[in-house]
């Protein structure tokens, strides 16, 4: 998918996408695979591992290892591990990975759609990484910063904080972070419709994939080119893509990225009309995100679910579908989601000619949209803010700094 990446890549950076707008999981997807494919590199099991003696250094880097695994790990146990990267990280006064760690933390905040403590430990990460002059961190910090925005809807935040950690990752020339920012800048062009935008960063990345050889890489950009095919009106170049993708992923054991692929199959296939095609890879796809309580991807797998039960005309099985993505919706706190459920309610009344259910929904769904736009309006107020005062604290730095050494 275009998601975002799910959450970017061990000791690098770490960043999921919503059916309709392909962003958002992808960006964690590069970092869980990369962590994956350091565990298949160690002969035991890592968490074995960190029962047996072994230095101080060395258990870092394992608990940098865990904490930062997806597949490997639900996210309480990525936090429980990231908790003891910081603890063990404090003691040696190692900075760096005391600032991955709050990541980290971040991470499983955000994988379980939990944005606002995800944004709470991203900050304290990116505190701790500029004091240390940990540039790598930095980056982190601010990609996934910009994804859990994203999630929330905040595009204009979200795409400030791509740019700044691309401005970073260009410096230190670290390919994969680079490559995630062009991922989820990719991904926002999507949301906004600006798929054939969206696919020039999408080759962007898989020219990269392609050259380092990162077949996991590969798998996601992949995922997100057969969106942008889809989108486009290319199914059979999707499905192509989908089912290479898929393949991949499995060779991985990428279960998370298997989901996704099951949801681009879904998809496909009921815009080819194969609804059992559909369904089954829909159903498959739901039991992997549910095994991760991603409840974000649930709701947009169920929001895809919704669609295919209205095409079929089975409108009560979709209104049940329904009425569970805005339960979800409303346990996240997303508004953006609530507005997609609402309106998929609105659809199902529409089609079964109850007016009266319709309208209701659509008021509902209206007023949301309405809630969202007031908080974006402040929230740009406030980023506007916040760069005026950065820009007249640098300054102010920068005259102080001269004023020394005049004095000297």
Do not use: W
């Amino acid at each position: 998918m275009a998601v975002a990446i799910p959450l970017l890549f061990i000791s690098m950076c770490a960043f999921f996408i919503y059916i309709k707008t392909l962003k958002k999981q992808n960006c964690l997807l590069l970092f869980l695979v990369f962590a994956q494919l350091c565990f298949a590199q160690q002969k035991q099991d890592p968490e074995a591992m960190l029962k047996q003696e072994m230095p101080d250094t060395a258990r870092i880097s394992l608990l940098k290892n865990l904490s930062a695994a997806r597949s490997a790990t639900l996210p309480p146990k990525k936090f429980y591990y990231a908790n003891e990267l910081k603890q063990l990280a404090e003691k040696l006064h190692n900075e760096p990975a005391e600032a991955d760690a709050y990541i980290n933390m971040g991470i499983s905040y955000a994988m379980r759609s939990k944005y606002d403590s995800a944004i709470y430990y991203f900050n304290i990460g990116y505190n701790k990484a500029e004091k240390a002059r940990y540039e790598t961190g930095m980056g982190r910090s601010l990609v996934n910063t910009g994804f859990a925005y994203d999630h929330m809807g905040y595009q204009r935040e979200a795409i400030k904080y791509y740019a700044d950690a691309l401005i970073i990752f260009k410096k230190i020339k670290l390919q994969k972070g680079i490559d995630q920012c062009n991922n989820n800048i990719g991904s926002i062009y999507y949301d906004l419709g600006q798929y054939k935008i969206a696919e020039t960063y999408f080759n962007l990345c898989m020219a990269s994939y392609i050259k380092s050889k990162d077949q996991a890489g590969i798998g996601y950009a992949l995922y997100s080119l057969g969106n942008c095919a889809q989108a486009l009106g290319h199914d059979s170049l999707a499905l192509d893509d989908f089912n290479s993708s898929m393949a991949i992923r499995q060779k991985l054991n990428d279960l998370n990225g298997i989901g996704l692929a099951h949801r681009g199959l879904g998809i496909v296939y009921m815009h080819l009309k194969q609804y059992d095609k559909s369904i089954s890879n829909l159903m498959e796809g739901l039991k992997i995100v549910r095994s991760f309580q991603d409840k974000y991807e649930e709701a947009a797998i169920l929001d895809v679910v919704v669609q295919l039960y209205v095409a079929m005309k089975d409108y009560k099985t979709a209104e049940t579908y329904a009425k569970h993505a805005l339960d979800i919706s409303r346990s996240m706190k997303v508004k953006s989601m609530v507005e997609i459920a609402l309106e998929d309610l609105v659809l199902v009344y529409d089609n079964q000619h109850d007016i009266s259910k319709a309208y209701r929904y659509q008021k509902r769904s209206i007023a949301i949209r309405d809630s969202i736009q007031a908080e974006k309006e402040i929230k740009d107020i406030t980023m506007s803010e916040v760069g005026r005062m950065r820009t007249e604290n640098a300054s102010l730095a920068k005259k102080q700094s001269g004023l020394r050494a005049t004095d000297q």
